[in-house]
């Protein structure tokens, strides 16, 4: 098989050429290094790359994930059954590890092939606690518990890429959708140990702090969002019905006032789940019955729970309806998650 080892690089300085030749003097993988729209300043240094690559330039900053994005298409196009690794420019990833993952992606074509670190030691807090916080969200959504969410290291076949280059993003955040896709699509991913290099301050680090995390933990985060949306829908719609149908007598003004605020929230919540949250690519009709079974046996338990909370003396409608939704909110996701909307 081919091997293409992609290089993203953003301002590199030298280390970049030392990386391109110790590769070279250890492999004959095609090499294609991606300049992101770095400044004229750095002409020089690509100048010294295209000796050991085929540099692709960006004329403009478009993220590391467009980066990927336009080497991913280049392989496409112009190479056929190949093994791929996308490493880093600074130098945290050392040759002898970039070529395993390579021998490892040979080993599992179906697979993506994560380089984990260790995280023992000396490792900056900022990336201590944005890997531990990352992974335990992306365990939570994804049912897959993974040692390192954040790692730049990462090959697979060739077979991947026309899905890779579907999936959205185009700076930090592409490498948690990747995850977060193939792991819903049940794409197997596995762990290699790595050594763990870190220089001190990580002055080579173009993550800005505050709009990359937004934009990493917004994706994850959508996940939930419609629920919310969708609850605060079903809450005031209930509060809402409640009024009218007990200012006109009815009997049984709790249960039908959930059952109408459920109908409505959970029409939204289908849609929204559907078209914006999974992305689900199939028809209507077997998500559209599988909700909707879902969506009934929910709404009986629900009713049972209000009905039953509601006769309870000291609780008033407000906190027995939390108290019902929040119980059964996380059971609702799981479903939807795992079973409805898989793809």
Request: glycine share 6%; with cysteine; aromatic share 10%.
């Amino acid at each position: 098989m081919n091997e293409v080892i992609i290089i993203p690089a953003y301002q590199p300085d030298g280390t970049l050429i030392s990386l391109l030749k110790e590769i070279n003097s250890c492999t004959q993988a095609k090499i294609l290094v991606i300049d992101d729209g770095s400044s004229p300043d750095k002409e020089d240094i690509f100048k010294q790359a295209a000796s050991y690559a085929d540099v692709l330039v960006h004329k403009q900053n478009q993220g590391k994930g467009q980066a990927i994005k336009t080497a991913l298409s280049y392989i496409k196009e112009q190479v056929s059954d190949a093994r791929i690794v996308i490493a880093d420019a600074d130098g945290q990833h050392r040759v002898a590890d970039i070529l395993l993952l390579l021998m490892n992606s040979s080993k599992n074509p179906e697979a993506l092939i994560l380089g984990v670190r260790s995280f023992k030691g000396r490792i900056p807090l900022r990336s201590r606690l944005g890997n531990g916080i990352t992974r335990k969200i992306f365990h939570l959504l994804t049912g897959v518990a993974l040692a390192d969410t954040q790692t730049g290291l990462r090959a697979f076949s060739s077979e991947l890429v026309p899905r890779l280059l579907k999936i959205p993003g185009s700076r930090y955040e592409y490498e948690t959708n990747m995850l977060m896709t193939l792991a819903r699509e049940h794409i197997a991913i596995r762990e290699i140990p790595i050594e763990t290099v870190y220089f001190e301050g990580n002055p080579s680090s173009h993550f800005r702090v505050f709009h990359d995390s937004a934009s990493i933990y917004g994706n994850m985060f959508k996940f939930v969002s419609s629920s919310l949306v969708c609850f605060f829908v079903d809450y005031g719609l209930f509060q809402l019905f409640l009024f009218l149908s007990g200012s006109l007598g009815y009997l049984h003004a709790p249960e039908i006032s959930n059952i109408a605020a459920r109908l409505i929230s959970a029409a939204l919540n289908y849609r929204l789940n559907k078209s914006l949250v999974f992305r689900h690519q199939g028809g209507h009709i077997k998500t559209g019955l599988q909700y909707a079974a879902l969506a009934s046996g929910i709404l009986l338990v629900n009713t049972c729970l209000l009905t039953y909370l509601l006769r309870q003396p000291g609780i008033n409608s407000w906190a027995a309806k939390l108290m019902v939704e929040l119980a059964l909110f996380l059971f609702s996701f799981l479903f939807q998650q795992f079973k409805i909307f898989r793809a």
